[in-house]
């Protein structure tokens, strides 16, 4: 079964300051690759994906994201950050389990932005 | 387009009672899925549809957990009778295709607290 790996549970940084979220999954086969968002009492959204092509995908509000397959991983960046990126961030893998696909997430990273 | 509609958003209930959460996902998804977002945890499958079929539901506690979606449209979850570890925020999701290829959206989700 596949799993998802956040390295950093809690991360703060003051506006301005560049951001990198690691992101590593375990599974053998074709995947694809999602980083969510969740601001406070909100929702899930999706921040970008990635399914095949260029593995340097850009995303909403200025943020990117690199699909290394030989370290199988998928960290999210940003070069300034800003007060509003104040956020849960979660990365998540959608891989063919069981009977169709599963999307399996991470646990997720807490990021504070301080101005 | 309109998102996925879930309610309530919120619910109390003492352990031992029952619970039932309602879902439209996007019109024309044929794929929706139900999660459990623990806090401080990432979302956790419990169940997916395609249609009004059971695609997965091998996270699903099952001795108290049920779902359906009889009309392949809405989706109702209940749980009978609730433990105080159900608390978590019970998300829905769909997408157009059971392998996601499409992304997958989110409903804000119903939180849950059982006391």
């Known amino acids: 079964a596949q799993s998802v790996s956040q390295h950093n549970h809690h991360v703060i940084l003051s506006e301005a300051a560049s951001l990198e979220l690691g992101c590593n999954y375990s599974?053998?086969?074709?995947?694809?690759l999602f980083w969510y968002v969740q601001y406070p009492g909100q929702h899930l959204q999706l921040l970008l994906k990635?399914?095949?092509?260029?593995?340097l995908v850009k995303g909403i509000k200025g943020f990117e994201a690199e699909f290394i397959k030989s370290k199988f991983s998928f960290n999210l960046r940003k070069p300034s950050v800003q007060w509003s990126d104040t956020a849960e961030y979660f990365c998540?893998?959608?891989?063919?389990?069981?009977?169709?696909?599963?999307?399996?997430f991470g646990t997720g990273t807490q990021l504070k932005v301080e101005l | 387009e309109a998102g996925v509609a879930q309610s309530p958003r919120y619910k109390i209930i003492e352990k031992r009672q029952s619970v039932a959460f309602w879902c439209n996902p996007i019109?024309?998804?044929?794929?929706l899925y139900w999660y459990q977002q623990i806090l401080g945890q990432g979302p956790k499958l419990l169940i997916q549809f395609q249609n009004n079929g059971v695609v997965d539901d091998s996270q699903l506690p099952k001795d108290r957990f049920s779902a359906e979606r009889l009309k392949g449209v809405d989706s109702t979850l209940k749980i009978q009778p609730a433990k105080l570890e159900d608390s978590a925020v019970y998300l829905c999701?769909?997408?157009?295709?059971?392998?996601?290829?499409?992304?997958?959206?989110f409903g804000s989700g119903t939180r849950l607290t059982v006391v």
């Open positions: 998540a893998v959608n891989a063919k389990a069981g009977g169709g696909n599963k999307l399996t």
């Open positions: 599974y053998g086969g074709t995947v694809n």
């Open positions: 990635y399914f095949s092509g260029d593995p």
């Open positions: 019109s024309g998804h044929a794929t």
């Open positions: 999701a769909s997408s157009q295709t059971p392998s996601g290829a499409g992304g997958y959206t």
